[in-house]
């Protein structure tokens, strides 16, 4: 069975600041991978997704099959990307993401 | 509508009671999901739905939970006598398809006392 690890659960930074929340899998197959974040009093939604290869509010994610990491990063922390961050594996041909148990981040000014 | 959305937003009940949670997804989505959301304990599968197929049912942690999907839209989740390790935020969401993007609705917190 597929697993997601986020070692940290929480994470805090000053404004300005790189950032990495780490997201490591395992999986015997190639997965889909996702990061979602939570912004306080919002619902959960999609940040980005690796097949997609793109970057979301300053945030990139690569896939490394080696390590099995997707780890999110962003170079400058801003306060609004407070939140909780959570990575997901999708199996290939499966449609039921896992989730990780999550990162709060917490950029300070 | 605007996106999925979960009613009640919280609901307290009493331990052994029964509770039923819904769930309207976006229109047109044929995919349906039902998280639990736990603190500490990230977000655990428990049941989906794709259009008019079986339910995918692994995730459901006793005989006590149950889930419907009438006219393949909306959903009811179903807990019956009700533990206090049932407290979590019950988590919903819809995708078009099944490979493409879910969105998550607001969420049902339910406690449990």
């Known amino acids: 069975a597929q697993r997601v690890t986020q070692p940290e659960k929480l994470l805090s930074v000053f404004k300005g600041a790189p950032v990495e929340l780490k997201c490591n899998y395992s999986?015997?197959?190639?997965?889909?991978l996702f990061w979602y974040v939570q912004y306080s009093r919002q619902r959960l939604q999609l940040l980005l997704r690796h097949i997609s290869r793109e970057s979301i509010k300053g945030f990139t994610a690569d896939l490394n099959k080696g390590e099995t990491s997707f780890h999110l990063k962003k170079p400058f922390a801003q306060e609004e990307d407070s939140a909780m961050y959570y990575c997901a594996l999708r199996p290939r041909g499966s449609y039921i993401p896992t989730f990780g148990r999550g990162t709060s981040l917490i950029v300070h000014p | 509508g605007a996106g999925v959305s979960q009613s009640p937003s919280n609901k307290v009940t009493e331990k052994g009671k029964d509770v039923e949670l819904r769930c309207d997804p976006i229109s047109g989505h044929t995919a349906l999901y039902w998280y639990r959301q736990s603190l500490g304990q990230g977000l655990e599968f428990l049941i989906y739905f794709q259009g008019n197929s079986a339910p995918d049912k692994s995730g459901l942690p006793s005989d006590r939970f149950s889930a419907e999907r009438t006219g393949g839209s909306v959903s009811t989740l179903t807990i019956q006598r009700t533990q206090q390790e049932d407290s979590a935020v019950y988590l919903c969401a819809s995708s078009l398809t099944r490979d493409s993007e879910a969105f998550f609705g607001q969420g049902t917190r339910l406690t449990v006392v």
């Open positions: 999986y015997s197959g190639s997965p889909e």
